[in-house]
């Protein structure tokens, strides 16, 4: 079975301008989590995604947001980026089930704001 | 608030068994995992703990005390490859599938 795939892998931008990332899901799997990695801050939780719909959100301001469609695939988008967006994202995966015992982390997405 | 504590940094030696502690608040407590993260990779999954005991998974074992808010992984019989980043992390009820996660433990294993 395919592992959770992330899309670009890097990525460089200048502030100001917008970014959208991409994240495919285990076959099977309905949840997907957002996560912003960063040296100082450690991994921080965005948001989650569950059968289209956003079921819990983090502590990040609205330039940040997600969507996920009927196939599981999930994006997020940053508006206006700053150079403080500058992280490591990484998307994961569960099957979305009441219990869930583990998350499936893809490679991530190094984005570089200059 | 709901902070995740554990070491920032450890150093054991090779062959040895080396115990990294994590503690988080006991409120509203619904799961622990424990993920190792090699530098430049995504986090892999370790254990999960959410009843009093230990989980053992071959070379690494996990503690879970939900009365003192406490877990520890314990890592025997250590190689150079688990120098790595261990990552704990916790879920919340009410948060779905959100994890709180810690800072990370830095692993070197020397020889």
Avoid at chain 1, 78 to 87: C, H, K, R
Avoid at chain 2, 16 to 30: D, K, L, M
Avoid at chain 2, 41 to 68: H, I, M, Q, W
Wanted: net charge positive.
């Amino acid at each position: 079975k395919a592992g959770v795939t992330q899309t670009p892998r890097y990525l460089i931008k200048t502030r100001g301008q917008q970014v959208t990332l991409s994240c495919s899901p285990i076959s099977g799997h309905r949840s997907v989590s957002w996560y912003q990695q960063t040296p100082g801050q450690g991994l921080q939780f965005l948001f989650e995604y569950f059968s289209e719909t956003q079921r819990n959100k983090g502590n990040f301001p609205g330039r940040f947001s997600g969507r996920q469609f009927s196939n599981s695939r999930s994006e997020m988008n940053v508006s206006t980026l700053e150079l403080g967006d500058s992280a490591l994202y990484l998307c994961a995966s569960s099957p979305g089930q009441l219990e869930p015992h583990e998350q499936y982390f893809g490679p991530g997405t190094r984005l570089t704001v200059t | 608030g709901q902070n995740i504590d554990q070491p920032t940094e450890m150093t054991a030696t090779e062959g040895a068994i080396v115990q990294i502690n994590c503690t988080y608040q006991t409120s509203g407590f619904n799961g622990l995992f424990w993920y190792q993260q090699h530098a430049g990779e995504a986090p892999t999954f370790l254990s999960y703990n959410v009843l009093d005991g230990l989980e053992e998974k071959g070379r690494f074992s996990s503690f879970l005390s939900r009365s003192k808010g406490y877990s520890y992984l314990l890592l025997k019989e250590l190689q150079m490859k688990d120098s790595a980043s261990y990552l704990c992390a916790v879920r919340f009820t009410g948060g779905g599938n959100k994890l709180t996660f810690g800072t990370g433990t830095q692993l070197k294993v020397e020889l």
